[in-house]
């Protein structure tokens, strides 16, 4: 099963084959070798013309689904000069490739769809799993990105529309880690959906079906990982946007068995402690130092707390005395130790009712009661609940810290908790601020104060170019903690505290690189990698990686 070449195609299959093409930049010399002559108009463009020309032709559009409609078809037609545009615009591109735009993409993925990318594995042939994994449209892969669609971004169960995340997300693998775009398989699992419009919608490419009972789900993603591991034992496997009752139990199942990991639980957690250990440094008092105030409780929200809780445990202390400091208020209230409707993950977080007793409160302690009674240093948000960080909550926040650090995390920028404006307005330009989906820059004294998003594209390229430079066979805890420490040293605000917490999207790809040499480096020392020195994987991580030039 070998791959084909440039060397074994010619005419038509070379000129309209993504990974390989040229389009006009063919030479006359490689027209006649490789059958294209009368093929092509007569000019040769180079590659950095051919770029020009299509920026041009994706800022003639407006509307961001425009935008994102085009570049999808680009990467379609050629790849190399997808990745050429997207390498030099990143700031422009980035939020119309992913956050925010991809989330109208997944929901309107019927509709715009135009031709096949990945693999849709439906249920209905789950007894074909292999021969299905056994037409991916490459042999060789590096990196999986799978989803089923229930819970896309913060829009909720978008059946196959979710496809469009896999397909966003190992377009920033290699755009930012460099991975071989012909390395990467996109996968939707179709177990059905239970979003009515999508089911009553004629358009709809998906299976028409509401999503199958637990035990069968289970079952499937047995299957599907057994048969991944089968075929594609050594490769990269993330699972992504996976309802919260099912990311954790699928990633402490397969965890210890092969390489992977779940990017809205890991991911999220390294590149939102990567981001506030820069802010601790700027506050001038270390996580192991403040409280901690989490508004959500869903898998992304206590996969940031268990990383959290690791932090303040290597900054010295115990695990009892860090658990002390993080209070978590979902929607129904505080988690505290006499609830009965928590799952195992929430109730690692549970502050003992008796703590709370003395608040004199008639009901479950409500986020504005946590923050009235505590001195919180800490607000982050992963509750999806557009405006909780009101002004009352926020202005309290700020009579009791010096520089509140405050993390509206919640995706897309219609469910965040709070704007950056606001937060800046109502804590006098206090406040250290990160965000999950991408703000315009704040204007303050004259200044404009760009906003720093925690994209886990800082962190998710940067652990596949890693894995696959060192060759890991697993993904540790300590490697996503090596990974935030990376990231955090790479902040702007440590060299000039009005500076953004989070490194410039134009030096994302500089920055990945330092973070997979921690990463590979902490691999080695886990002892999931082959023993090598630091120079050693220093060359690996240049030797694997992909740049969009194109091949002679």
């Known amino acids: 099963m070998a791959e084909q070449s440039a060397e074994q195609k010619t005419g038509h299959d070379l000129l309209y084959d993504s990974l390989w093409t040229k389009g006009t930049a063919f030479t006359h010399s490689e027209r006649r070798r490789f059958g294209l002559l009368g093929l092509l108009p007569a000019a040769e463009k180079s590659l950095e013309q051919q770029t020009e020309h299509s920026w041009r032709e994706f800022s003639r559009r407006r509307e961001p689904l425009d935008r994102h409609i085009y570049l999808r078809n680009l990467q379609d037609r050629n790849e190399t000069l997808f990745y050429r545009v997207l390498r030099d615009h990143i700031a422009e591109t980035m939020p119309i490739v992913y956050t925010p735009t991809v989330g109208e993409a997944c929901q309107r993925f019927s509709e715009i769809y135009r031709r096949p990318r990945g693999l849709f594995v439906s249920y209905p042939d789950r007894d074909f799993l292999r021969e299905m994994l056994r037409n991916r449209p490459r042999r060789e892969v590096d990196v999986i990105v799978v989803t089923d669609g229930q819970r896309i971004l913060g829009l909720g169960d978008q059946g196959i529309g979710g496809m469009g995340i896999p397909i966003g997300k190992l377009s920033l693998y290699t755009l930012i880690g460099g991975i071989d775009p012909a390395r990467t398989l996109p996968v939707v699992l179709d177990v059905g959906t239970d979003n009515v419009e999508l089911l009553e919608d004629p358009q709809y490419l998906g299976w028409r079906h509401r999503r199958i009972g637990e035990d069968e789900y289970y079952s499937f993603i047995d299957d599907f990982v057994t048969t991944v591991h089968d075929e594609l034992p050594d490769v990269l496997l993330q699972w992504e946007d996976f309802a919260t009752a ?38 001038g008092r270390p996580l192991s130092e403040q409280q901690v105030v989490m508004l959500g409780a869903g898998s992304a929200g206590i996969g940031v707390l268990e990383m959290v809780h690791r932090q303040m445990v290597s900054e010295g202390l115990s695990a009892q005395q860090a658990s002390a400091q993080i209070w978590v208020v979902d929607v129904n209230g505080l988690l505290t130790d006499d609830r009965t409707d928590l799952s195992p993950g929430q109730r690692a977080f549970v502050q003992p009712a008796e703590r709370v007793a003395s608040w004199g409160l008639s009901g479950p302690a409500q986020l504005a009661d946590v923050i009235h009674h505590i001195d919180a240093g800490v607000l982050l948000g992963l509750s999806t609940a557009t405006g909780a960080f009101t002004e009352d909550i926020v202005r309290e926040m700020a009579t009791k810290v010096d520089r509140p650090i405050i993390f509206p995390l919640s995706n897309p920028t219609s469910r965040a908790e709070a704007h950056p404006a606001e937060l800046d307005a109502w804590t006098g330009g206090r406040a250290l601020v990160a965000t999950g989906s991408p703000f315009a820059p704040l204007q303050r004294d004259g200044v404009e104060r760009p906003i720093a998003q925690c994209n ?19 993904v540790t805890d300590e490697m996503m903690r090596a990974a935030a420490a990376a990231l955090g040293d790479a902040s702007p605000a440590l060299a000039d505290p009005g500076a953004p917490l989070l490194p410039a999207w134009s030096d994302i790809p500089d920055v990945a690189g330092h973070i997979a040499q921690a990463v590979a480096t902490q691999a080695v020392a886990d002892g999931v990698a082959p023993t090598r020195t630091p120079d050693e994987l220093a060359q690996r991580i240049v030797d694997v990686r992909w740049t969009p030039q194109y091949r002679d």
């Open 246 to 283: 099912h990311a954790l139990p699928i990633l402490q199942r397969y965890r210890d068995k092969l390489l992977t990991f779940n990017d809205d639980i890991q991911g999220t957690a390294a590149v939102t402690l990567g981001a506030l250990l820069g802010a601790a440094k700027v506050a």
């Open 456 to 474: 886990n594209a800082y962190i998710f390229p940067a652990m596949g170019l890693a894995v696959t430079a060192a060759q890991a066979t697993r």
